[in-house]
């Protein structure tokens, strides 16, 4: 009786562990997940307040007063890269640097411009090949905007 107790400890420590391994060894760390270049493809209004739920598609006017202390606004595309920078691609073609970091388990994207200025992000979603970010604003006390980019490469 004794011996059986003993092997059947023995046989749960080693399947515990073994699976223990195999979920950790097979799961993206968000660090490496968002590494990448991304495309950003729509800004909408996510919601206005708790109890209601808005898709508004924001235009070019608007977004440039949502994001007048952002530099972010001005970008299409977003490379982070493995060393922590970001390489923000204007639709001009000019290029702006910056750096990232994940923080809160990769709840919590923010970027530090060379400048000094910091912007932060919180990470609704980041799949295989999307990237969902929120961030409030008060313009025009709609709320929340929500940020969605695809994944390129």
Not at 27 to 40: D, N, R, T
Not at 96 to 115: C, Q, V
Request: hydrophobic share 40%; with cysteine.
């Amino acid at each position: 009786m004794k011996r059986k107790l003993v092997i059947s400890a023995c046989i749960a420590v080693i399947t515990l562990t073994s699976f223990g391994y195999y979920v950790f060894s097979h799961s993206a760390y968000p660090e490496v997940a968002i590494v990448g270049e991304w495309k950003e493809v729509s800004w909408v209004y996510d919601r206005n307040n708790v109890d209601e739920k808005v898709k508004q598609e924001i235009g070019t006017d608007e977004r440039v007063d949502i994001a007048n202390h952002l530099v972010i606004h001005e970008f299409e595309n977003w490379t982070f890269r493995r060393n922590y920078s970001i390489k923000l691609h204007e639709l001009n073609g000019k290029e702006h640097w910056a750096k990232w970091r994940l923080k809160d388990r990769g709840r919590i994207l923010t970027l530090l411009n060379a400048d000094g200025t910091t912007e932060v992000y919180s990470v609704e979603s980041l799949k295989k090949n999307e990237l969902v970010l929120h961030f409030d604003t008060d313009v025009h006390a709609r709320g929340i905007v929500k940020i969605t980019l695809k994944k390129i490469n």
